[in-house]
């Protein structure tokens, strides 16, 4: 999986800034073997990442390392993660991402209240948690240009390969399939009107038959089916086009 990772999206250019350092990523995971593998996996990717040992003192580690983002388990000794979320949040909103096995709402909805920024349940698929890291930083320290994954419940789009990525298969996509995907993952949170997803298609002032578009749409969705994304693509009649939450069934 960490050699397709790299394949797939160029790595080592997310893991820095754009003065092109490192992103040094605080670790707080108190199973050894699990701490091992995402630092090694992290650091792989290019990330500069600081593994805390002494969970006792984990904000004064936090003070003296000053990192980009922090990964946090909620199960740790003496203190939970849930402690070390708040004691941080007095003093930094640097982002926080909770990485636990728990997969109960209660435990999201907590984190979430308690300061964190995202909450990825324990196993991950490694391509989707690279994603998520990705997506928090350029948020968080406004990565502008250097955006190159598109992430939605847990599809990706590369928009340097122009493939799509879902459990472990690529999907190769045509130039108007990848287009149309871009625009709808970049408006995700809404819907593309039929007219706005035209321009960004064609690129013209010249007159696109109607039909044009939804030929393709349907297309891209009966691809979408084969590699077993089913509903991925919602329409709004008379409006427009959007993705939709759930995509599998």
């Known amino acids: 999986m960490i050699k397709q990772a790299i ?42 990442v600081v593994a805390v040992e002494d969970f006792m003192d984990v904000l004064t580690i936090f003070v003296r390392e000053e ?62 948690f690279l994603a998520k890291v990705q997506g928090l930083l350029r948020r968080s320290y406004e990565f502008g240009n250097d955006q190159s994954l598109l ?40 819907i593309v009107a039929r007219d706005d997803l035209m321009k960004e298609l064609w690129n013209s002032d010249f007159f696109i038959d109607d039909n044009t578009l939804s030929v393709n749409v349907a297309r891209l969705r009966k691809k979408l089916e084969e590699h077993g994304l089913k509903n991925f693509i919602e329409t709004k009649k008379g409006i427009g086009y959007g993705l939709i939450n759930g995509h599998t069934g």
């Open 7 to 48: 394949v797939f999206f160029g790595i080592m250019l997310l893991a820095r800034n754009r003065e092109g350092k490192m992103h040094k990523i605080l670790l707080v995971e108190d199973d050894p073997v699990i701490r091992q593998m995402i630092k090694k996996m992290l650091e792989q990717w290019g990330f500069q």
């Open 151 to 190: 992430e939605h419940q847990g599809v990706i789009l590369n928009l340097k390969s122009t493939d799509l990525v879902f459990d472990g298969k690529v999907v190769t996509l045509t130039k108007n399939e990848f287009q149309i995907l871009r625009v709808l993952f970049e408006h995700s949170d809404g």
């Open 67 to 128: 990192p980009h983002l922090v990964l946090m388990d909620i199960g740790l000794p003496l203190f939970n993660g849930y402690h070390w979320c708040q004691e941080i949040r007095k003093i930094s909103t640097v982002p926080i991402m909770f990485l636990s096995s728990r997969d109960q709402s209660m435990d999201i909805v907590m984190a979430i209240n308690m300061g964190a920024d995202d909450y990825v349940t324990k196993p991950f698929d490694n391509n989707v």
